[in-house]
């Protein structure tokens, strides 16, 4: 009788796990992808070096204010639009800090129709009040599209997250608990690091142009200001001013160290906040 109890038991057990796991990715729909890194390329949109630096800058920032940016990249969220999709993205990933929900998403579906959409912007609840539905929806139409209008998905990608990571650096958010020292001093001077102040400022240039400038000629020289090789160049001496500070930052050549690496989603919560795009 024991025996017989204890299969009844195992079947149910399987059958409830079975249950829980179509409840998370409805039949026919992407199942929302493992979160394992800061970038997540599922399609090779970015080459690996491309990564690795979009990944380092990522983790120093996260390192440095406690808030955390993701970047993933899919083929397709059919037959889901790229908000449901992207939902689902976050309820599974938590990214941000529980109780802060500094956590953002930036999410493209490169080959989705238009009418699903292919670019979104998650913002946590806790950053809404910086990266607005509105500024989420231009840094998507003003500072993403005319790059990716021209296959500068790396370029799109760095004017992006330099623009959410410019707004984000607005707020004064909780410092993170393992900082302290020099670290701690840079909170309390009102931001993050220098080498991220100096990133900053050479993004918030290019955005004031981009925004300030008439429509018409933004699109005629979309191919100009944040191409590939000025996004290559500013990440390469933030990265390059990484490895000469003392007492951290990033080993050359190889990853990142990211405050003692990665650790996922911190339990950060959303709502629907953000903005859908195309190009």
Sequence with gaps: MTTLLRLLWTGLLAVLLAGTAQAQTPSGF??????????TDQIGMLTPDQRQRLEAVLADYEKQTGSQI?????????????EQYSIRVTDAWKLGRKGVDDGVLL???????SALRRLRIEAGRGVQG??????????LRDTIAPHFRQKDWYGGLVAG????????????FPAPQAQTGAAAQDDDLGGPGIVLSIFFVLVGLTLLRSFFRPRRARLAQAGSGWD???A???LGSVLGSMNN?????????????????FSGGGGGSFDGGGASGDW
């Design 107 to 113: 999410l493209v579906a490169r080959d989705n129709p």
């Design 130 to 139: 910086v990266l607005t539905d509105a500024q989420s929806s231009r840094i």
């Design 161 to 172: 997250v330099g623009a959410i990571s410019t707004l984000l650096n607005q707020e004064k």
């Design 30 to 39: 992407k199942p929302v992808p493992a979160l394992e890194a800061r970038v």
């Design 70 to 82: 993701a970047v993933l990249l899919v083929a397709s969220t059919e037959p889901e639009a790229i």
């Design 228 to 230: 590939s090789g000025a």
């Design 232 to 234: 290559g160049f500013i």
């Design 245 to 261: 500070r003392g007492g951290g930052g990033f080993s050359g050549g190889g990853g990142f160290s990211g405050g003692g690496g």
